[in-house]
């Protein structure tokens, strides 16, 4: 009895952890450049059931395995790129990239799915390439954002929507001279002179081959902890990577299966609330009733 006591909890954590990370994607929405976080739940090993007792020939036969329930295992953020829409901002900056990946086995582009990942027959996992703005946090450690709704300071310093610097190909804080209105950023990222119209400093662009192994820290920032795991280098003039300037990339949520998936969750989770009042009930019979006889 208490083992399905413990299971029913162990859903509905698990239930939990699932509704709030909806919840989290459809609260970001219209969050520029926010990537979509997946729950992944796995089950607890199983157990091997065994009769108590039995006779001489056969004192302990085996009944059969036993699952004992699911846990919340780790949260998987989604990276495929999201609708790029127009903007009247000249500090809008969205980034277009299409980075191709050839297998060394077969000397073919690597055929990626839909969340920008793939698999192969031997079950390892390579992330599409994926093209970032480089910006300073708060602990002066570099970032990387996809969130290209920038703000100039009164002193011409470029900031990410939630105050961070954002940082050049040199790792240096962007300091823009002259009017915000007259500021020009070709597609390959750098900022025209507004007088001649000659390129010079270049907006920092990294591209991460593993994004995978990037961590999110808040405010639409990820950090990466091991820059060669993670495959980390800057923007090659081969590389297909576009800077839009008006331009915006949006969230990647799916509106609709988020609110479909959380919807599941609720209802999950109040199944799982019944069996354990169900338990609960049972317990108290057999403690309160039965243990009186």
Known sequence: MLRGLYTAAAGMMTQQSRHDTDVQNIANINTPGYKQVNSVSRSFPEVLISMIGGGAENPNPRLGKLNTGVFAEESLSMYQQGVITESEKPTDFALVSDIE?????????????????????????????????????????????????????????????????????????????????????????????????????????????????????????????????AGVRALGNADRVEVRQHYLEQSNVDSSAAVVDMNTALRAYEANQKVVQFYDKSLDKAVNEVGKV
């Open 101 to 229: 990946v050839t297998d060394p086995a077969t000397g073919q582009n690597i055929p990626f799915d839909q969340s920008g990942k793939y698999i192969d027959p031997d079950g390892k996992v390579t992330y599409k390439p994926e093209a970032y703005f480089t910006v300073r946090n708060a602990d002066g450690e570099i970032g990387y954002t996809k969130d290209g709704s920038f703000q100039v300071t009164p002193d011409g310093l470029l900031l990410t929507s939630a105050g961070y610097q954002v940082l050049d190909a040199n790792n240096r804080p962007i300091r823009l001279t002259g009017s915000v209105d007259s500021l020009k950023v070709n597609e390959q990222g750098f900022i025209l002179n507004p007088a001649t119209g000659a390129p010079g400093t270049r907006l920092g662009i990294a591209v991460v081959g593993q994004p995978g192994q990037m961590v999110r820290t808040g405010d639409g920032l990820f950090k990466v902890d091991d820059t060669a795991a």
